[in-house]
């Protein structure tokens, strides 16, 4: 009696989509671009979701984080045109600065 209960309902929620309603349910609303990452629609932030590896190379035009420019990479930088970065330039991050010293992608 289970069995035939059981399928019942699994053709129920086939039919009624169940599959595309978990996939629209996430912590916060925001497509992912190419690296896996968005910008929260409700709060404005930049981030990146683990686990996702890129599969073409980063674009040379930085992401934004509310008017100020972001680069995932010294590539990036330089492709825009803008290395050496001091601390304080719009778009310096700390992980772009290897050696700490204040001025990244040298």
């Not at 086939?14 to 599959?19: I, L, P, R, Y």
């Not at 910008?39 to 979701?49: E, Q």
């Not at 930085?62 to 304080?88: I, M, W």
Request: charged fraction near 15%; glycine fraction near 14%.
């Amino acid at each position: 009696m289970r069995t035939p209960l059981l399928l019942a309902c699994a053709a129920a929620l086939a039919v009624t989509g169940w599959s595309s309603l978990s996939g629209s349910a996430s912590a916060h609303p925001g497509g992912l671009n190419a690296q896996g990452c968005h910008n929260n629609r409700k709060t404005g932030d930049y981030h990146c979701h683990g686990g996702a590896a890129r599969s073409s190379p980063a674009a040379s035009r930085p992401q934004s984080r509310g008017g100020t420019p972001y680069y995932a990479n010294c590539s990036e930088v330089r492709a825009a045109g803008k290395a050496p970065l001091r601390r304080g330039d719009p778009g310096y991050a700390p992980h772009l600065d290897r050696d700490n010293d204040g001025i990244a992608c040298e």
